[in-house]
């Protein structure tokens, strides 16, 4: 079974900076069990990357996105955003609110 990873790291308002793993999964590989370990961890940021990597969002939907997170002061118009950044704002709270602006 191959096994292939695309690692988001960084978010900007126009696509995400990214890193690809591939590895041979193998049972017992010490490596690919730290790696697997690491997607099923990461998982329940997939809703995130989907609803703010949307090429569309300019510099107010990002400013609207920050207003409903309650973190206005900390948007910053040009700036790009880790993924863990955006979860300590509360963006995981605020994901279907975050989806409106993205639609909008």
């Known amino acids: 079974m191959r ?6 790291t960084t978010i900007y ?10 590895c041979a999964y193998v049972q017992g590989n010490a490596v690919c069990e730290v790696l697997v370990n690491l997607v099923e961890d990461h998982k ?3 809703p995130v990357y989907s609803e703010v990597c949307n ?10 996105i920050f207003r409903l997170m309650g973190a ?12 863990s950044e955006l979860v300590a704002l ?4 605020h994901l279907e609110a975050v ?5 909008a």
């Not at 308002?13 to 591939?22: A, D, N, P, Q, R």
């Not at 090429?55 to 609207?64: Q, S, V």
């Open 90 to 93: 509360g963006v995981l709270d």
């Open 3 to 8: 096994f292939h990873m695309i690692w988001p």
């Open 13 to 22: 308002g126009h696509g995400i900076e990214s890193k690809t793993v591939h």
């Open 99 to 103: 989806a409106n602006v993205a639609a």
């Open 44 to 46: 329940v940021f997939l």
């Open 72 to 83: 206005e002061d900390k948007f910053k118009d040009g700036q790009g955003y880790s993924v």
């Open 55 to 64: 090429p569309a969002l300019n510099a107010a939907h990002w400013r609207e």
